[in-house]
């Protein structure tokens, strides 16, 4: 394509929204006009089972449940009055309870004011507010914020150790949906143990923030902590940064809850419209559909060209890929959909990985995420006339232009500056994008059946852990790991008990374990 017909196709397909400043561009997506009338009925269907499910359709049928996060940011949608009152009243006591901690109306028996927010919890519970604050809190925010997102020892350590001095002063937020994820539930515990050893009282630090009735709800009710939000059952992990799971810690840390939501019912009200032309989410979803067939074929590099929005490709993995990456389509046939999804951030990955895109295999389409706002207050020339940010802007062109011309495909998303509205924008942008391509695609883009086999397994293995630690505690003599399987009545699990002895005497529970370890069935067990 010649650069002047080039030029009349980014003006023929570039959207614009005025009130958010918010641009977005498939210009650089290689496909002819004819795809969006053959797309057309597909896209009829997708803004139709939209609609249903804003209307409050049940939109995950294996579940019965509704899906319900656009409501967060306009409650007047809401299906019912009880529904509008819940999401309303949430929103005044996530107001009135942050109005309290800053104030220090509400404070830790041994501090006049609570300094910090551990926020522990984990995948949809973690990465929106992992997300939000690497994007937004103030440089000097009235309370620092950490998370534990994970159950390895060393990462809880690292972030106990940081708290150290400040946790008589430190807010815990405890963030489980289902209120029984073990990774956060472990979390929990090794605060909890963190605080007694300080000599401090649990539940006056700790919050919760989970369904009605969950195991969590109620450990919280027992104990008498600071307060407990609710996690609607009608909005998904991976859909709740905009409910109180993302809005808490965001308005302890200072940022503008309501402009994040103001943000995002503005982009939603863009993204309701049922014409593809004139839809963001919509021409994503297009754009990424015909970037991998409608089969995930290819996978979305996502590069934000400022450091604050790092975290963003994190957050639109989980987003992206535990909606639509599914075995099998809304009919039961096998299909293996998804989109894979990684990034990190511009310029920076121009000098790492940018290499193989520009050349190597061509498995991938990019999203350039664009910034227009440099910073704050004026900018010092690095050479005659030209900034820091002049060369970001160069260089995110440059790649763009590069990566083309070598058949790479592109969208670019641009954003005025990062600021809660942009980013409540960018949220309900992508939200609404893989809604829409899920329908496309013809699968439930609001379960994730996937990730209960792993989680099976792993309580099995943890079940196995505890009898073979009972068989040995019983056994007086060294074992071969064949005698201990046959013990156990597990003669096909020899490896898997090989690991949780390996993994045991690693860390000294009371076992020994002699011979090679390089030759399993040389080594003996027994109690140490
Ligand atoms: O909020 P919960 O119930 O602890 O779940 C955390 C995450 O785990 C998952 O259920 C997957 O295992 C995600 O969908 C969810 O965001």
Partial sequence: MDAATLWQRYQDWLYYHEGLGFYLDISRMRFED?????????????????????????????????????????????????????????????????????????????????????????????????????????????????????????????????????????????????????????????????????????????????????????????EGWLATFPMHDWVGGRTSELSAVGLLAASLQGIDISAMLAGAKEMDAATRVPELRHNPAALLAFAWYFAGNGRGEKDMVVLPYKDSLLLFSRYLQQLVMESLGKEKDLDGNIVHQGIAVYGNKGSTDQHAYVQQLREGVLNFFMTFIEVLADRQGPSVEVEPGVTSGDYLSGLLQGTRQALYENDRDSITVTIPQVTPRSVGALIALYERAVGLYGFLVNVNAYHQPGVEAGKKAAAAILDLQRQVMQVLQQTPTSLTLADLAERLAAPDQQETIYKILRHLQANQRGIKLEGNPGHPTSLKVSRA
């Fill in 34 to 222: 004819d795809l969006v009338a053959t797309m057309q009925p597909r896209f009829e269907c997708a803004f139709q089972a939209m609609a249903a499910l804003e209307a409050g359709a049940i939109a995950n049928p294996d579940e019965q449940r509704q899906v319900g996060h656009y409501w967060l940011r306009d409650p007047d949608l809401a299906p019912n009055a009880d529904l509008k009152q819940e999401i309303v009243e949430t929103l005044e006591e996530i107001a009135s309870f942050t109005q309290k901690i800053h104030t220090g109306t509400l404070h830790p028996p041994q501090a006049p004011r609570f300094t910090d927010i551990l926020s522990v919890g984990i995948g949809g519970s973690a990465l929106g507010p992992q997300f939000v604050a690497a994007a937004l809190a103030p440089t000097a925010p009235p309370m620092q914020i950490h998370f534990i997102d994970n159950t390895d020892p060393t990462g809880i350590d690292r972030v106990l150790t940081q708290l150290q001095d400040h946790l008589p002063s430190t807010l815990v937020l405890i963030i489980s949906k289902s209120g029984g994820t073990p990774e956060t539930r472990n979390g929990m515990v090794e605060v909890k143990a963190a605080f007694r050893d300080r000599h401090l009282d649990f539940a006056d630090h700790a919050v919760a923030i989970t369904g009605k009735g969950s195991s969590l709800d109620q450990i919280a009710t027992t």
